[in-house]
């Protein structure tokens, strides 16, 4: 898969640029304030301090990155919960409206969540955006439409299409008018 493999290396990259680097910065400030406790207290509490600050950034960002995996909010509250979640993290006003009834296989839940996801990131912030999801019969069928963009170019979706491809579904994108509709649908195996 496509997508998958790209997710992974950007990941990866991320990882290795991120919080890796913080982690090795925060073991160099570590030595520092080892040296500092007895010649300069005062300098070991506010580097400290400094390093306890930067501790919790990077946390912030590796559960966020955590997200991008596997965000556990799709267990335990849902499809809808977690699209909710990823919509206020996003900054993006949403409406979303997720059929009740039984819940999608677990790899057909992923695979809505990370489409509609990067949905939300194309439209960007400000954006107004309503996400459908329902069954029908032996298919999950979802929608996401944009009032607010119409320039968004189907391209910038390849990574979606090849997630929903990849589990034999089809994608389709049309922007009109202003308005952004991406309509997905996967088959229940």
């Known amino acids: 898969m496509l997508a998958s493999d790209a997710d992974r290396r950007e990941i990866e990259r991320e990882l290795h640029d991120g919080a890796q680097q913080d982690l090795v910065g925060l073991a160099v400030k570590l030595q520092q ?8 207290p005062a300098a070991a ?3 400290l301090e400094e390093m306890g600050r930067e501790v919790r950034d ?3 960002a590796l559960r966020a990155l ?3 995996i596997h965000p556990p909010l799709l267990e335990t509250g849902g499809l809808r919960a977690a699209l909710r979640s990823a919509a206020d993290r996003a900054g993006v006003r949403v409406r979303v409206e997720v059929e009740a009834g039984e819940a999608p296989p677990p790899e057909l839940a992923e695979a809505v969540y990370f489409s509609c996801v990067e949905a939300l990131k194309r ?8 996400i459908a999801v329902r069954n029908e019969g032996e298919t999950i ?3 996401i439409v944009d009032g607010n963009s119409g320039s968004t170019e189907p391209a910038a979706f390849a990574a979606m299409r090849d997630r929903v491809e990849a589990l034999d579904g089809r994608l389709t994108i049309a922007s009109e008018s202003g308005t952004t509709r991406i309509a997905g649908s996967l088959p229940i195996r």
């Open 66 to 68: 955590a997200l991008r």
């Open 123 to 130: 439209f960007g912030d400000g954006a107004s955006v309503a």
């Open 58 to 60: 990077a946390l912030e």
């Open 141 to 143: 069928v979802f929608e």
């Open 33 to 40: 304030a080892r040296g500092l406790v007895d010649t300069d």
């Open 45 to 47: 509490t506010e580097l």
